[in-house]
């Protein structure tokens, strides 16, 4: 059996790779749960009988050690790293957000395979991660549809670019002017996957995609410029791969972030549990450009995949908050990526990432800038 982690436990992709762990009964054994503070963590621990617990929140924290003495419970950003660092057979961050670079690096350290849902810890630490990863003879293993999509149809030489899809969000029939005053309630209102609040917001504003651009960078070796976004409505083909020669590899599937996570962590075996096929019988599968006069983080991500160095760090950290201020109904929808701008006129002047530290104060020092310009608003 699989000695297994989940860091992220409680989120949507942490509840759908217990849905795996379920349909592969004799498969893993759950060895470690990690949450911020959602109480559906007891219900987990209960059913999975883990051995050890992180849980951000303290009150939280304490409540499990007074109901399941047996269990070593950590606490605090601190304690999620500890909870990284146990030998396991594979390791699956779920984290949102800059949270996870810290667990990821720890977690290689230890010599845990990484199956990785957390974006950022590429975005913003990708330059360091990879090669620290390389180094120490880690695997990390994709879990995004798409990536997981590519690292499928990758299989040989000659590769001449990856063909990377997206839904296109919740807005991608608005018009400009209808995006000035598009709320948040309506971004959240994805048509094809149910994915949490972030990423959803992400997806409209393809933000998610120019995220996506610099991990697969990072995960498979390419350039920006050899990576094309293709909006792709149904889901279907969760991504491509061309080759030298014009032929095109595809991965499709029914849209179940179950299978991609499934791959990641079964790895080097397949499954053979099809939680959904998908009927090709009088279907049609369509392609269309991104369009980033509407969808400007697409090409701000772009830009800064083409810097590398601090930048896609920079956009990540503006665009956490700001994710979150338009949430709250605080800002726009086109104010996202005019203060990720700002951020970066602020702070890039083409630095390069040297380490691990200064990821972390660079991060704290951007998150403060643009709180401050929202709060003066």
């Not at 399941?68 to 950590?74: C, G, L, M």
């Not at 660092?85 to 670079?101: H, M, T, Y």
Request: proline share 3%.
């Amino acid at each position: 059996m699989k000695r297994l982690m989940i860091l992220g436990s409680t989120g949507s992709i942490g509840r759908q790779a217990l849905e795996v762990v379920d349909a592969y009964e004799n498969k893993f054994e759950v060895v470690g749960l990690c949450c911020n503070s959602n109480k559906l963590i007891i219900e987990q621990i209960n059913k999975y009988s883990p051995k050890f617990v992180a849980v951000l929140d303290r009150d939280l924290a304490n409540e499990i050690k007074t109901t399941f003495p047996d269990i070593q419970v950590f606490t605090g950003e601190e304690g999620i790293c500890k909870l990284a660092e146990i030998k396991v057979d594979v390791l699956l961050n779920a984290l949102v957000g800059i949270s996870g670079l810290k667990p990821t690096v720890k977690a290689i350290n230890a010599g845990n395979t990484i199956a990785l849902a957390n974006k950022e810890t590429l975005v913003a630490g990708g330059e360091l991660v990879m090669p620290l990863a390389k180094k120490k003879g880690v695997e990390i293993l994709p879990v995004d549809s798409e990536h997981s999509a590519i690292w499928q149809c990758i299989g040989g030489k000659n590769l001449s670019k990856i063909l990377l899809t997206a839904s296109g969000g919740a807005f991608r029939d608005w018009t400009k002017s209808q995006l000035k005053d598009a709320k948040a309630r309506d971004a959240l209102k994805h048509p094809n996957w149910d994915m949490g609040a972030k990423v959803t917001i992400d997806s409209a504003t393809l933000m998610n995609k120019g995220l996506e651009i610099i991990e697969a960078m990072h995960l498979f070796g390419v350039d920006v410029d050899d990576i094309r976004v293709l909006v792709h409505r149904q889901s279907v083909v969760h991504s491509m791969v061309e080759y030298a020669d014009g032929s095109v590899i595809a991965q499709m599937s029914y849209p179940d972030m179950r299978l991609p996570i499934q791959i990641a962590l079964l790895y080097p075996e397949r499954g053979d549990y099809a939680f959904q096929k998908y009927d090709f019988v009088g279907k049609s599968l369509t392609f269309e450009d991104a369009d980033e006069e509407r969808f400007p983080c697409l090409s701000i991500a772009k830009y800064c995949a083409k810097e590398k160095g601090i930048a896609p760090l920079i956009m990540n950290a503006s665009n956490e908050i700001l994710v979150k201020a338009y949430l709250d109904n605080k800002i726009k929808f086109y104010d996202i990526p005019y203060y990720i701008r700002l951020a970066l006129d602020k702070f890039y002047q083409g630095q390069r990432i040297e380490c691990e530290e200064q990821i972390y104060e660079i991060d704290g020092a951007v998150r403060t800038f643009v709180e401050d310009l929202i709060n003066k608003r």
